[in-house]
């Protein structure tokens, strides 16, 4: 347990490290909180409809709406209705939204490609096979995301 609470303590320490030497690159990108965690889940899944957005979030619907309207006047994320019930709106990201969504996750792989090659080989190796054997535990444990059934306004589908 020891060992784990000091690799834990790491993850948590090079996030703060990150974060500190990466903040303007977060910055850069002017939205907010809630606008960043809704671009991500429509990133993760495209044509995802306005309520089982408000859920994945943990929000209500009236502010997945701002948030929504919002990020569409900045053209980050296209709105158009499901081919099978006009009723409903359904969500994908737009070039440009892409483009924010990959900045962020940029940032992550660049501070790893700043900092990796400054480890010896053997720290790298050792490195490898533990994320390798994160991963393989991960992978078995994590179940496959269900749907969430998009509803019309009413909270009927």
């Known amino acids: 347990m020891a060992l784990t609470a000091r690799i834990v303590e790491s993850f948590q320490r090079l996030g703060e490290l990150a974060s500190e030497s990466h903040t303007d690159d977060l910055l850069a990108v002017d939205i907010t909180m809630q606008q960043a965690k809704a671009l991500h889940v429509i990133a993760s899944e495209p044509g995802i409809g306005m309520t089982a957005l408000a859920t994945r979030l943990g929000v209500g619907l009236s502010t997945t709406s701002g948030s929504i309207d919002r990020l569409a006047e900045m053209g980050l994320i296209e709105r158009r209705h499901d081919e099978q019930d ?17 900045r962020f996750r940029d940032v992550g792989v660049g501070i790893l490609r700043e900092y ?8 790298l190796a050792g490195l490898q096979t533990g994320l390798d054997g994160l991963l393989r535990v991960m992978g078995a ?17």
């Open 86 to 102: 006009r009723r409903h709106v359904v969500l994908t990201l737009s070039d440009e939204g892409r483009a924010v969504v990959d």
């Open 116 to 123: 990796l090659p400054h480890l010896r080989p053997a720290e």
């Open 141 to 157: 444990r994590t179940p496959p995301r269900q749907p969430i059934r998009d509803t019309g306004a009413h909270g009927t589908p």
